[in-house]
């Protein structure tokens, strides 16, 4: 079995709520099952190669880092992750990361540009941040199954009118508190506002990350009991057990 490639952007920029735990927990979920597994990043002013990777990683950031990503993401990446979109590749985008993945993040008179990947866009409006356990139901083939996080945002996202949530919620607030959808999916492009990180909360999830990005399904593994009560957990947080 070919070894998960990842590249992470920006790690050092768009890496607040342990982000960087999503990585660690790909990487387990490999080596378990004897998968090899490669970690790059790129960060400002670096190209990205849309064939040399299966899997892109962009993680949180407060506003001030979004601003210094989101201009040099279009510059310099943005061409690369729509190849790689189009080939089959997945592109995870939490939090901060999510919010650029669309067209704009609109910052009281600022405007930070996004990538475009995805139909929607996100405004800073007036009113308190979003915060709190969040679970939803999602299905990324196999049927629904629960994804649990917790969620910080001030922008609120509204997604444009033929796409596609990552999920419905259950509790919490999801996009933006109104109309009950959380995050996006774009074919094996996803983004989503849930962290804590994500993936510790939800292996399964990251299970179902690794056989998009390299085509394959995966056998389970022999004792998933810690991630099982982590993911039971999380769900009782949110109030969704």
Known sequence: MPALRVCALYPELMNIYADRGNIAVLRSRCEWRGIGFELSSASLGDPVDADAHDLFYLGGGQDRDQVAVAGDMVATKRDALHAAAERGAVVLAVCGGYQLLGHSYELGNEALPGVGLVDLHTVREPGPRLIGNCAI?????????????????GGRTYLGPGEAPLG?????????????LEGVRRGNVIGTYLHGP??????????????????????PLPDDSLEDAAHAAAK???GAA
């Open 198 to 219: 994500l993936l510790p909360k939800n292996a399964w999830l990251a299970d179902r990350l690794i056989e998009l990005a390299l085509g394959v399904e995966l056998d």
């Open 168 to 180: 419905r919620v259950i509790s919490g607030h999801g996009n933006n508190g109104r109309d009950g």
């Open 137 to 153: 139901e999602a299905d990324l083939g196999g049927g629904e199954r629960v994804i649990a996080g917790f969620e910080n945002h």
């Open 236 to 238: 009782r947080a949110a």
